[in-house]
């Protein structure tokens, strides 16, 4: 495995963690969990609708963190489906 892809395959790893760990700092904690549970990605619709009280500069960081969170777990989900095409390829 090249450097890049090794940096790459660790990237999202190492975002994912810092966005968890600022959302458990900021407390949010339960966006945090709902990622470790694998239940990303989340509609950040809903989470606006959720935080809508609280002032802009507060929650634009928070919807950063989602975003990422939600794009880490897309591409996690990428991976599994290629992973389970592979497979399926292998048994026929």
């Known amino acids: 495995?090249?450097?890049?892809?090794h940096?790459?395959?660790w990237k999202p790893?190492?975002?994912?963690k810092?966005?968890?760990d600022w959302?458990?700092?900021?407390?949010?904690?339960?966006?945090?969990?709902?990622y470790e549970d694998s239940q990303f990605p989340i509609n950040i619709v809903a989470v606006k609708n959720d935080h809508d009280f609280l002032e802009k500069e507060l929650v634009e960081p928070l919807y950063r963190r989602l975003?990422?969170?939600n794009k880490c777990a897309s591409m996690k989900l990428d991976?599994?489906?290629q992973r389970k095409?592979?497979?399926a390829h292998t048994l026929l």
């Open 1 to 5: 495995m090249g450097e890049n892809e």
């Open 7 to 9: 940096e790459n395959k």
């Open 13 to 16: 790893k190492i975002e994912a």
């Open 18 to 20: 810092e966005a968890c």
């Open 23 to 34: 959302l458990r700092a900021a407390g949010f904690p339960q966006y945090a969990q709902l």
């Open 67 to 69: 975003n990422t969170l």
């Open 79 to 81: 991976v599994n489906f």
């Open 85 to 87: 095409k592979v497979g």
